[in-house]
């Protein structure tokens, strides 16, 4: 499997990052433990390794202050000196809440943890053993909740504030300029201090100093308040409600209920918790007429106007209205943030970049970060968006098997920027690449068909209806089925169980049985059909076999089920081979066999087949089937191109097939000149679209 290369990659940035408690960011640039990268980085190692991601979080919840709060950092005694601002600068020990004899610093960070704990239960092979680190943690994870909701939530309604940009994760995001602003570094007392991070990295890509001023002008502030809450929030010029931390705060509260369902707690809390912050999110965060949600000036009572990639992040908290999340959608899918088939873009860049000041490489201000598009993606997922979440897909796998584990990247032509070897770069891309491995592991017990199985032999078989009232009634009750019960790629088996659609369908393909409907008058016309009847056959079986995980738990599922037609039986195989006479490659992407894999199911209709067919492709070239790597001048496709040699039985033929669907110029090019593509076959997922 190709991937599996790329995963073991991402292992050994992983490796080079633990340092035998909790993972570094990166060893240079952050050579400490950070609070929501932790949360991140055990998501990836829940894929392969428990125990690795239960320390990780155990190592930080160790370093949790008395009154709740989870800190930004946790550093390494023995690696001080390396980072702006570590312990002698923050003077954390000012603050009573402050834990002893552990160094940390004196903010937070997005609240990711209980959805990440929630991961790694779900994701490890025995479930059993996470339960006492479930014990462990559940109290931890609602005493930091709840130090949110107590010191944090200044309207009692839920919405979080946050009083540093760093706080955010998006440090120098241009939506915190307008805040930043009020502190005017001329008229401030700014203490003395020295930057390392852009001695590590390009200055061009990191935050101005001007920004790293203010940053230091308000830790300051916290320390000559000794991180005392109240007395902060009175003076401290920066008091923002952020939609991202609330999102990620109600993913975690939604993560919460579920972890005390598991343990046997009562989940009230988390349950008023997400109810009360997602409905203030929705009610006072979201602009309809600029379809997006904005973050809040706590001091100035209004809304920051500024389009981030934050403003769509109550996607991922499962926040937003089915109407919010429609707007929301179009704004993302827009010229502003990354269009489907728009050329030479990547994932959600985290600055809209129509804006003049958007820049597709310093740090917050544009670029492409892993993290942010792996909760959009999620987000989409949720919402059923399902191609624009491929594509996130696409690009949260391509990205770093591209151009390397970095911190960021550009944002139209993927180059990485930041630091190299990024521990949650590495560890978000696991996790996707593990559903894209796992998935062909044989979960399913197999049944045999045992000797052909003709599907249509119920009802009356004569007809005294002519060829063309049986086709229209076919065409029309496929059309029905196909458009009520399937969307966005899911076929809602049951529904059509049930339906009246699916009685008169029986009833229209035992008319089959001895009529000789197989005569057509045009091509389109027997392609249509014969791709209808393919698909339609696939959903019949799985009903009829009531199959309930893949077609694969039947074995003789292509060959030994049937459709008698004009007293000769057809299998699926019988139909696929039908159409070859017709030499035509993009009909293999319009067979939907069921799966995952496969494209959308449509009702084919010979009038718009040319479109359609296309479509099919395009569909199925722009999934994560397809993956074009030209700085590694390797594609990955599916094995559908395997099996279907008969249309691709060279590498320049699947090669010249591609080449027409791709937008992206680099792309492009790539297929068109290099005569050394190194083609390999990605595994097909079998599981059922239901
Ligand atoms: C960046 O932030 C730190 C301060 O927390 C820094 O710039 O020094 C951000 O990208 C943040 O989101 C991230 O958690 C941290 C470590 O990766 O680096």
């Known amino acids: 499997m190709p991937i599996q290369d790329y995963i073991e990659k991402a292992k050994?940035?992983?490796?080079?990052?633990?340092?035998?408690?909790?993972?570094?960011?990166?060893?240079?640039?952050?050579?400490?433990?950070?609070?929501?990268?932790?949360?991140?980085?055990?998501?990836?190692?829940?894929?392969?390794?428990?125990?690795?991601?239960?320390?990780?979080?155990?190592?930080?919840?160790?370093?949790?202050?008395?009154?709740?709060?989870?800190?930004?950092?946790?550093?390494?005694?023995?690696?001080?000196?390396?980072?702006?601002?570590?312990?002698?600068?923050?003077?954390?020990?000012?603050?009573?809440?402050?834990p002893k004899n552990i160094l940390t610093s004196g903010i937070t960070m997005p609240p990711i943890h209980g959805y990440?704990?929630?991961?790694?239960?779900?994701?490890?092979?025995?479930?059993?053993?996470?339960?006492?680190?479930?014990?462990?943690?559940?109290?931890?994870?609602?005493?930091?909740?709840?130090?949110?909701?107590?010191?944090?939530?200044?309207?009692?309604?839920?919405?979080?504030?946050?009083?540093?940009?760093?706080?955010?994760?998006?440090?120098?995001?241009?939506?915190?300029?307008?805040?930043?602003?009020?502190?005017?570094?001329?008229?401030?007392?700014?203490p003395e201090f020295k930057r390392k991070d852009n001695k590590i990295v390009d200055p061009e890509q990191r935050p101005k100093d001007i920004d790293y001023k203010r940053y230091v002008y308000l830790v300051d502030l916290f320390?000559?308040?000794?991180?005392?809450?109240?007395?902060?929030?009175?003076?401290?010029?920066?008091?923002?409600?952020?939609?991202?931390?609330?999102?990620?705060?109600?993913?975690?509260?939604?993560?919460?209920?579920?972890?005390?369902?598991?343990?046997?707690?009562?989940?009230k809390k988390p349950e008023e918790w997400f109810s009360m912050t997602a409905r203030s999110v929705r009610d006072l965060l979201f602009s309809s007429e600029k379809k997006i949600f904005y973050a809040y000036d706590y001091i100035e009572g209004k809304l920051i106007e500024v389009e981030t990639a934050a403003g769509f992040m109550p996607l991922f908290g499962g926040i937003a209205s089915t109407q919010q999340a429609l707007k929301l959608y179009e704004?993302?899918?827009?010229?502003?943030?990354?269009?489907?088939?728009?050329?030479?873009?990547?994932?959600?860049?985290?600055?809209?970049?129509?804006k003049d000041d958007f820049s597709s490489k310093n740090y917050w201000r544009g670029p492409?970060?892993?993290?942010?598009?792996?909760?959009?993606?999620?987000?989409?997922?949720?919402?059923?968006?399902?191609?624009?979440?491929?594509?996130?897909?696409?690009?949260?796998?391509?990205?770093?098997?591209?151009?390397?584990?970095?911190?960021?990247?550009?944002s139209f032509i993927g180059k990485g920027y930041g630091t190299k070897d990024f521990s949650w770069s590495a560890a978000l891309f696991i996790d996707l690449a593990y559903d894209m491995y796992e998935k062909n592991e044989q979960k399913w017990k197999i049944r045999k068909v045992g000797k052909p199985l003709i599907l249509n032999l119920n009802g009356e078989h004569i007809s005294i209806e002519n060829r063309e009232e049986i086709l229209k009634d076919f065409n029309c009750l496929t059309k029905k089925i196909i458009d009520q019960y399937s969307k966005n790629g899911t076929v809602d088996y049951n529904?059509?169980?049930?339906?009246?659609?699916?009685?008169?369908?029986?009833?229209?393909?035992?008319?089959?049985?001895?009529?000789?409907?197989?005569?057509?008058?045009?091509?389109?016309?027997?392609?249509?059909?014969?791709?209808?009847?393919?698909?339609?056959?696939?959903?019949?079986s799985i009903i009829k076999l009531n199959i309930q995980n893949s077609v694969k738990e039947i074995d003789g599922f292509f060959t030994d089920i049937k459709y008698r037609i004009n007293g000769k039986d057809y299998s699926l195989d019988d139909i696929r081979e039908k159409l070859k006479k017709f030499n035509d490659p993009r009909i293999p992407f319009a067979l939907v066999k069921g799966t995952n894999s496969a494209p959308p199911l449509r009702f084919i209709s010979k009038k718009e087949l040319e479109k359609q067919l296309d479509t099919a492709t395009k569909d199925f070239i722009r999934s994560p089937e397809v993956l074009i790597l030209p700085e590694e001048k390797k594609v990955l496709i599916s094995e559908l191109f395997r099996w279907n040699s008969y249309y691709f039985d060279s590498n320049e033929k699947i090669i010249n097939f591609i080449k027409k669907y791709v937008k992206d110029d680099i792309k492009r090019e790539f297929l068109e000149k290099e005569k050394d593509i190194d083609i390999r076959y990605l595994l097909y997922d079998w599981t059922l679209n239901n």
Not at 155 to 175: A, K, V
Not at 227 to 249: G, R, T, V
Not at 378 to 405: D, N, T, V
Not at 508 to 518: A, E
């Open 223 to 267: 320390r000559k308040h000794k991180y005392n809450e109240k007395k902060i929030f009175e003076e401290c010029p920066f008091i923002a409600i952020d939609p991202l931390f609330n999102s990620i705060l109600c993913a975690s509260n939604e993560a919460l209920v579920k972890i005390a369902e598991i343990i046997g707690e009562d989940p």
């Open 116 to 190: 990440a704990v929630l991961k790694i239960y779900e994701n490890a092979k025995d479930k059993d053993k996470v339960i006492p680190f479930l014990k462990w943690i559940y109290p931890k994870l609602i005493k930091l909740h709840e130090y949110l909701y107590l010191e944090r939530n200044p309207d009692d309604n839920g919405l979080i504030y946050i009083r540093h940009p760093w706080e955010s994760g998006m440090d120098n995001s241009p939506m915190w300029d307008p805040i930043l602003e009020r502190i005017d570094i001329n008229k401030v007392k700014i």
């Open 495 to 540: 529904g059509i169980k049930l339906s009246p659609e699916y009685k008169l369908y029986q009833n229209v393909i035992s008319k089959f049985v001895n009529k000789d409907i197989l005569s057509f008058q045009s091509k389109e016309e027997e392609i249509a059909f014969l791709i209808n009847l393919y698909n339609m056959m696939v959903i019949d």
């Open 12 to 98: 050994r940035v992983l490796d080079k990052n633990w340092t035998g408690e909790y993972t570094v960011p990166s060893v240079h640039l952050y050579p400490h433990q950070w609070n929501w990268d932790s949360g991140f980085i055990a998501i990836g190692y829940s894929r392969y390794d428990t125990d690795r991601a239960i320390k990780e979080l155990e190592h930080l919840f160790k370093a949790q202050w008395k009154n709740g709060m989870l800190p930004q950092i946790v550093f390494n005694k023995n690696a001080l000196g390396k980072y702006f601002p570590e312990p002698d600068f923050w003077k954390t020990e000012l603050s009573p809440d402050a």
């Open 331 to 354: 704004h993302l899918n827009s010229l502003s943030f990354c269009k489907l088939g728009e050329k030479n873009c990547f994932a959600i860049p985290n600055y809209d970049k129509q």
């Open 368 to 410: 492409i970060w892993i993290n942010i598009n792996w909760m959009l993606y999620q987000g989409l997922k949720r919402y059923k968006f399902k191609q624009k979440a491929e594509h996130l897909e696409i690009s949260i796998m391509e990205l770093p098997m591209r151009f390397g584990f970095y911190e960021y990247f550009d």
